[in-house]
C-alpha cells in the first residue's frame, strides 16, 4: 500500500509560480512512477505529467509543456511539480499518483495509487 499527501497548493496571481510536493509512505519510493493530473470542475480528470521510478524519462501535458517541471527527490521519497507562468486555465485540484510499473501512461486508469488534491487557484 502506497499513502501519498500533496502539499503546496493556494492562490496565484497569473504569471505566477507554485512548486506543489508530493510526499510518498508506505513502499519504497525508488520503485514506482508518479504522475500528477488534475481536475477542473465539472471535467474530467486529466494527465499533467509523468516521472519514471529513476527520474531519467518525463513526459508532459501538451497545454503543461515548457511552464510545468515534474522532478523526484527518492531519499526523500518526494515528487515536485515545479508550476511556472501559471495561467487562470490552470485552475484545478491537483492529484499526485503512483503507478508499480515504470511504464508510461496518461490515463487515470493507468495509476493505482492516489493521494488527495491539493487547490490551486489562478486569478486574471
Known amino acids: 500500500q502506497v499513502q501519498l499527501v500533496e502539499s503546496g497548493g493556494g492562490l496565484v496571481q497569473a504569471g505566477g509560480s507554485l512548486r506543489l510536493s508530493c510526499a510518498a509512505s508506505?513502499?519504497?519510493?525508488?520503485?514506482?512512477?508518479m504522475g500528477w493530473f488534475r481536475q477542473a470542475p465539472g471535467k474530467e480528470r486529466t494527465f499533467v505529467a509523468y516521472?519514471?521510478?529513476?527520474?531519467?524519462?518525463?513526459y508532459y501535458a501538451d497545454s503543461v509543456k515548457g511552464r510545468f517541471t515534474i522532478s523526484r527527490d527518492n531519499a526523500k521519497n518526494t515528487v515536485y511539480l515545479q508550476m511556472n507562468s501559471l495561467k487562470p486555465e490552470d485552475t484545478a485540484v491537483y492529484y499526485c499518483?503512483?503507478?508499480?510499473?515504470?511504464?508510461?501512461?496518461?490515463?487515470?486508469?493507468?495509476?493505482?495509487?492516489w493521494g488527495q488534491g491539493t487547490q490551486v487557484t489562478v486569478s486574471s
Open positions: 508506505g513502499r519504497t519510493f525508488s520503485s514506482y512512477a
Open positions: 516521472i519514471s521510478w529513476s527520474g531519467s524519462r518525463l
Open positions: 499518483s503512483a503507478k508499480l510499473d515504470n511504464n508510461y501512461s496518461m490515463r487515470v486508469s493507468g495509476y493505482d495509487y
